[in-house]
């Protein structure tokens, strides 16, 4: 093992041995490199004055290099904050500026210790960290039987990984807490489990409540108390899009600090919060009580980052700090937010207003871009094939019975119509 990795496994031991614990065999192995290319390169960046020949790009008339019919459309910005590598932990302005930005909109965050975020390219980026670093083949993932399908992918096909799902929503219509805490427990014998909290839920769109969350963070102590690690993911791709009285701050904030034997992980970004879905600007942000941890995880994770993508693109960083930055940010996303808001009240209207009794129910929803459809007497694949060809209708059908609708890109006014053309495509297939 490389002697950097072992330094940095050392620390971990030494901050929290249940963190290092819970580290894949890939994990333990991963370092950033503190010689070579980039440290040499940083070195010359603050001392070779007179000529800096070390890193790997061109440069003319003391800019980088760059063409004319780039920067005409970019000539707002500086080409230094273009077309230069940005370092492999992000650009440090942006770190800086999206902490304070999880601070302001998450106060439980007030007072607890977390490291700098880790700029990822998005958030299946930042997913991919997490099971790179913590999954091992066997491990368990634990996910509601509601899910982004693409976890499959990254924790089961490419680590490994055993995908333990639990039901969604108790017989209540609310978050399945106790289904969470008997998934976990069933982890006893393993000693280890990653749980992925994803809200606003992709697909369902729906957040817990106050007290749906002092249930899962209970769910989750009751499991660390059992002896269990727990790599504790809070998936906020959505986050901000709340529209009822569910929580409007992630959990991370209240795991951070809870439990020794509980190592929460952050992974957000601009590409939904911001409407910038192809900047691919994400973070990756870890809570510990140890600056030892902290420190170790992050040159962890840049290990990933250098040995995968090197960096993230540094003009979409450059834009997402501008923005940040400016005054009317956030007066901007607020009418997007109220567009949003206004989306999801109108299908939650039309939804209870009677008209489409006999077709489907609709599981709960409160928040994100998305609602889920439970189709009666007609099959979700089914449903989706005759919406497509018979009037041009585009959905996603998930098992048997579900058909996801995203209203964040169906105009307001069009909702009606989309929900009647469903109601249509269901009545057809079910007298055909």
Not at 52 to 64: F, Y
Not at 67 to 95: C, F, M, N, V
Not at 214 to 233: D, P, Y
Request: with cysteine; glycine share 8%.
């Amino acid at each position: 093992m490389n002697s950097l990795a072992q330094q940095l496994n050392t620390a971990l031991e030494k901050g929290n041995a249940h963190v290092y614990a819970m580290l894949s065999g890939l994990g333990r192995q991963l370092y950033f490199p503190k010689e070579g290319i980039l440290s040499q390169s940083a070195e010359a960046k603050t001392k070779a004055k007179k000529f800096n020949a070390t890193i790997g790009i061109a440069t003319e008339n003391g800019v980088p290099m760059h063409l004319k019919a780039i920067q005409d459309t970019l000539s707002a910005y500086d080409p230094k904050d273009l077309y230069e590598y940005a370092p492999p932990a992000g650009k440090p302005e942006l770190r800086t500026a999206w902490r304070e930005k999880m601070i302001h909109e998450n106060p439980s965050l007030n007072g607890k210790s977390f490291g700098n975020p880790v700029t990822t390219n998005a958030l299946t980026h930042g997913l991919s960290i997490v099971a790179d670093l913590f999954a091992d083949n066997g491990d368990a993932v634990i996910i509601p039987d509601k899910n982004w399908e693409n976890y499959e992918m990254t924790f089961g096909i490419r680590r490994g990984a055993q995908i333990v799902e639990y039901p969604l929503y108790n017989s209540d219509n609310r978050f399945n807490a106790a289904g969470l805490r008997e998934a976990l427990l069933a982890q006893r014998d393993k000693g280890k489990a990653i749980v992925i909290l994803n809200f606003p839920n992709n697909p369902t769109g729906y957040t817990p409540g106050r007290e749906e969350c002092e249930e899962i963070i209970a769910a989750l102590e009751a499991a660390a108390n059992e002896g269990i690690l727990v790599v504790a993911v809070t998936d906020d791709a959505y986050f901000g899009l709340f529209f009822e009285d569910s929580v409007h701050e992630s959990l991370f904030g209240r795991l951070a600090g809870l439990h020794e034997r509980i190592l929460p992980v952050k992974v957000d970004g601009a590409t939904k919060e911001e409407y910038v879905w192809g900047f691919r600007v994400g973070f990756i942000t870890y809570a510990s009580e140890s600056p030892e941890v902290l420190a170790a995880l992050e040159q962890k994770t840049l290990g990933i980052i250098r040995s995968t993508i090197s960096s993230g693109p540094h003009p979409s960083q450059t834009f997402i700090l501008k923005a940040l930055k400016d005054p009317e940010f956030e007066t901007q996303k607020a009418e997007k937010y109220a567009i949003m808001k206004s989306r999801a009240n109108r299908v939650k209207s039309l939804l209870e207003s009677g008209r489409y009794q006999g077709a489907w129910t609709y599981y709960p929803f409160n928040s994100g871009y998305f609602m889920c459809l439970r189709l009666e007497g007609a099959g979700a694949e089914a449903v989706r094939q005759r919406l497509l060809e018979a009037y041009g209708v585009g959905t996603i059908a998930l098992g048997e019975t579900d058909l996801r609708v995203a209203f964040s890109c169906t105009e307001e006014a069009n909702l009606e119509e989309l929900f009647d053309c469903v109601y249509q495509a269901v009545n057809d297939i079910k007298n055909a």
